[in-house]
C-alpha cells in the first residue's frame, strides 16, 4: 500500500514522458491552418501588376468621362494598335489635362472588344463598353453598362 511519506514516488510508477496523441493532433492542426493561410497570402505577381493597371485605367477612363461630360467633349479612349510610340490615348480632351499615356507595366497590351475605341463621351449615357488587358498569359476585363462607371469585371462576367 502507497504511503505518502518523503520519498515515496508513488508506487514505483515512472513519471510520463512524451506527447499525448491530443496534443501531437493539435500542433498538426496549427500547423495546417497556418500552412493555408500563407498560401492564400501568396499571390500570383503578374495577377497583381495586371489588376493594378484594370484599377488605374479604370480611374482615368472615369476622369476622362466626367472631363468630356463637363466640357461638353466628344472624347476617345483609343489604344495603340501596334507597339510603337505610345500604348493609349486620349482624343478630344484639351492636352492640358496631362493624362498618362504609357502603362506602368511595359508587358501590358489592352484592346476594345468589338470596336476600335472606347466612347467617353459628351453623353450622359453610352452603349455598353468593354476593355480586355493583357499581361503575359493572363487577362483582364473593365467595362461599363453605360451608365454606370468603369470597373474591372468579375471573371464569370467578363466571360459571358
Do not use: Y
Amino acid at each position: 500500500m502507497p504511503t505518502s511519506a518523503p520519498g515515496n514516488r508513488g508506487g514505483g510508477r515512472r513519471p510520463a514522458r512524451g506527447f499525448t496523441l491530443i496534443e501531437l493532433v493539435v500542433v498538426l492542426a496549427v500547423i495546417a491552418v497556418a500552412a493555408g493561410l500563407i498560401a492564400l497570402t501568396v499571390r500570383d505577381p503578374t495577377q497583381t501588376r495586371l489588376e493594378n493597371e484594370a484599377a488605374r485605367l479604370s480611374a482615368l477612363l472615369e476622369g476622362a468621362r466626367s472631363e468630356a461630360r463637363a466640357a461638353g467633349l466628344t472624347a476617345l479612349w483609343v489604344p495603340a494598335s501596334d507597339s510603337r510610340g505610345e500604348p493609349f490615348r486620349f482624343v478630344g480632351l484639351p492636352a492640358s489635362l496631362h493624362l498618362p499615356t504609357r502603362w506602368m507595366d511595359e508587358g501590358v497590351s489592352a484592346q476594345v472588344v468589338g470596336a476600335n475605341s472606347l466612347v467617353l463621351g459628351p453623353e450622359a449615357i453610352l452603349p455598353p463598353q468593354r476593355v480586355l488587358l493583357r499581361l503575359d498569359e493572363r487577362s483582364l476585363e473593365i467595362g461599363s453598362d453605360g451608365l454606370a462607371p468603369f470597373a474591372v469585371l468579375p471573371p464569370r462576367e467578363a466571360t459571358k
